[in-house]
């Protein structure tokens, strides 16, 4: 069982609906990272938190340290949303920080 | 700043030939690693480096070597090339200290083809 897992792996989604992406992890973590990367692109980074909730834009993301879950929103997706999701937890290993990742979601908005 | 740089964007290349992949960084950072990512996959780490002069396994370093003289590089060397080296590889670096709240900075990725 993968230590940070994502949900749902694909999602296909109607220009305009709200979208869901959930991270749950089973370590012990201060701080979780979401990612976005296009098709063929590069890794762009959305949220970094440790508590509560951020937002910025259409995108809002939160995090709840007891249940180890956190959640990436879309409010009105468009097409140009379409990419991969990658939560990444902070954890500290033989005495340094590394990323744990979650295996992605993949997004598709039609227009 | 320009922040994580890498080069080549790609790369092709034959069995057994033997290349370095390129990242640089301008902000300082202490840690740098770097991840590949195989087609649909998720990244795995292969090295990171915590400073200058010192650098450590990640999950797939078989088949690869690197080398930390400067803190603003850190070049991913790949001896023989094999098929199974086909991948996207991503470079990045964090903040030093202790805060586990500092994020990881990525470059622009390498798509490299072994034929």
């Known amino acids: 069982k993968n230590e940070v897992e994502q949900s749902p792996q694909n999602l296909t989604a109607q220009e305009g609906e709200f979208i869901t992406i959930n991270c749950s992890y089973s370590?012990?973590?201060?701080?979780l990272h979401w990612l976005q990367q296009h098709p063929g692109g590069g890794i762009v980074s959305l949220f970094m938190?440790?508590?509560g909730k951020k937002k910025h834009g259409r995108l809002i993301a939160t995090i709840n340290i007891q249940e180890k879950h956190s959640s990436l929103h879309i409010t009105a997706s468009h097409p140009r949303d379409s990419a991969v999701y990658i939560c990444?937890?902070?954890?500290?290993?033989?005495?340094?920080?590394?990323?744990?990742f979650g295996t992605g979601t993949r997004l598709k908005v039609l227009a | 700043n320009a922040g994580v740089t890498q080069t080549p964007k790609f790369r092709i290349l034959k069995i057994g030939q033997s290349m370095t992949l390129q990242c640089t960084q301008d902000m300082n950072h202490n840690y740098m690693y770097w991840y590949r990512q195989d087609p649909g996959m998720g990244l795995k780490l292969i090295y990171y480096s915590v400073g200058a002069g010192i650098t450590d396994k990640g999950e797939v370093p078989n088949g690869y070597n690197v080398s930390r003289s400067t803190t603003e590089d850190f070049p991913l060397r790949l001896e023989l090339a094999a098929p199974s080296q086909t991948s996207v590889y991503f470079c990045?670096?964090?903040?030093?200290?202790?805060?586990?709240?500092?994020?990881?900075?990525f470059g622009p990725g390498t798509r490299l083809t072994v034929l």
């Open positions: 938190l440790s508590s």
């Open positions: 370590v012990g973590i201060s701080a």
């Open positions: 990045a670096s964090r903040l030093t200290g202790t805060s586990s709240y500092n994020e990881q900075f």
């Open positions: 990444a937890v902070n954890g500290f290993t033989s005495g340094t920080y590394k990323y744990i």
